[in-house]
């Protein structure tokens, strides 16, 4: 099975009428799409800030977590020392 890939416009009564339609339709599938990838390249930008933002909070919060396990160890510690 063979697809042929074609615009189906109204005949014209010349060629000229119907290549310039053509061309004319497929402008402005063009200009769609290129909206499409804008609004795309938007979409993009924008998730990479909030993907940046979100590793500089995890890494914050891994840093804090780490502070209060090192408080929480050297009190073990302490209490460990105690009872020997």
């Not at 310039?20 to 804008?38: G, S």
């Not at 909030?50 to 840093?63: E, P, R, Y």
Request: net charge positive.
């Amino acid at each position: 099975m063979r697809v042929v890939w074609c615009y189906l416009l109204p005949m014209s009564e010349n060629i000229k009428d119907a290549t310039l339609k053509v061309l004319i339709k497929i402008q402005d599938e063009l200009a769609d799409h290129r909206a499409r990838l804008i609004r795309i390249e938007e979409i993009s930008r924008k998730q990479r800030r909030d993907t940046a933002g979100m590793l500089v909070i995890g890494k914050a919060m891994a840093g804090d977590f780490a502070e209060q396990m090192a408080a929480v160890v050297e009190r073990v510690e302490v209490i460990e020392a105690k009872r020997s």
